[in-house]
């Protein structure tokens, strides 16, 4: 994309959130191929209903994804539940790559074996992000509902790194952060750059992973949550990282500084702009395409990409989310470079934003 065109669409992204309207093609086509999962994680509700009857079937899933390559979507993130439980998730990865989309998998790295990392890589998949939620095998395998979860995640990253191409396959951590790990974060970098990780995400832990906006404003992961004396940790903790950056890792998403005022319920109405229901398309197994956890129409009942983006319901659904209060912090419903008309100049012709 040149600079023009960047410009515009970032512009367009602005426009379409002020007058409640969507003028450019979601950057994303987001499919979860399945809500089955092998873990059991204490934040996550996505399994509670895994349906296997009801997942998208490849025919399905290919049409969704010429539609969206002719409409203009550049990236599709395939998810769950675990998608690698999912039969057909090879195959939507080689056809997503034939119509030139950017491939991402998202996965909770325990079903990487020594087969699965060379089918992957073979793929020509261009990102995979593994979910690790502590330094240490007994805080990740605590939250995740698995004894021996991250020895497998740390066995499937070795798989990778085995490959000759897999240096062409960015592999990003993504931490959950909670009361559980907020003391390992420093030891999570280190961890991190001695397995080669290209990237990291540091998110925050949600009340609901379904309903983003479902946020107890006291905190209703009871536990999980980072409350009372250990704020202070936090502070210290986010303070460091930010001041060492650890070791070349940028933290430099809408998120992360927000992290002190989201563990105290304090965001104010300008720290966070919502693009769900402009930034990314949804469709989750029954054919329900969603926005922030409600749904707006289903490629089932209308196989047409468009007629559910532009329904009468997805126009009240954005009108909702506009109004929203209770910040989830999940950056990908963010679109930093089109947040604000500022960020616009600031992001494209500033040479550093």
Request: aromatic share 10%; glycine share 6%.
């Amino acid at each position: 994309m040149n600079k023009v065109d960047k410009i515009k669409r970032d512009f367009g992204f602005w426009l379409s959130r002020a007058i409640n309207f969507p003028l450019v093609p979601p950057d994303t086509l987001q499919i979860s191929l399945t809500s089955r999962c092998n873990l059991r994680c204490q934040m996550c509700n996505v399994w509670k209903a895994a349906d296997i009857s009801e997942e998208l079937t490849l025919q399905e899933i290919k049409n969704l994804l010429d539609q969206c390559r002719r409409w203009g979507v550049k990236e599709v993130n395939l998810c769950g539940g675990e998608p690698l439980l999912c039969e057909t998730c090879f195959d939507v990865i080689k056809y997503a790559k034939a119509l030139g989309f950017t491939v991402i998998l998202t996965t909770n790295g325990t079903l990487i074996t020594e087969s699965v990392a060379r089918k992957l890589l073979e793929s020509k998949l261009d990102i995979i992000t593994i979910s690790l939620d502590g330094a240490r095998p007994q805080t990740h395998d605590k939250i995740r509902g698995q004894l021996g979860a991250y020895d497998k995640i740390i066995q499937g990253v070795g798989y990778l790194n085995n490959y000759p191409d897999t240096k062409k396959l960015v592999k990003v951590f993504i931490l959950t952060l909670s009361n559980y790990n907020l003391d390992e974060l420093e030891e999570y970098f280190r961890l991190a750059r001695g397995l080669s990780i290209d990237a990291l995400y540091i998110t925050s832990v949600v009340t609901d992973n379904v309903k983003l906006y479902n946020q107890d404003p006291k905190g209703g992961e009871g536990n999980l949550w980072i409350t009372g004396e250990r704020l202070q940790k936090l502070d210290e903790t986010i303070d460091k990282v930010n001041l060492l950056q650890q070791e070349g890792y940028g933290l430099n998403y809408p998120s992360f500084n927000l992290i002190k005022k989201y563990f105290r319920n304090n965001l104010q109405k300008d720290d966070w702009v919502c693009f769900a229901g402009y930034r990314r398309f949804v469709v989750v197994p029954g054919g329900s395409v969603q926005m922030c956890g409600e749904e707006v129409g289903n490629v089932r009942k209308d196989p047409s990409v468009k007629n559910n983006w532009y329904s009468l319901k997805a126009r009240k659904r954005r009108a909702a989310i506009k109004k929203c209060r209770n910040y989830c912090l999940q950056d990908c419903h963010a679109r930093q470079e089109s947040a604000t008309l500022r960020n616009i100049i600031k992001y494209n012709f500033n040479k550093q934003p």
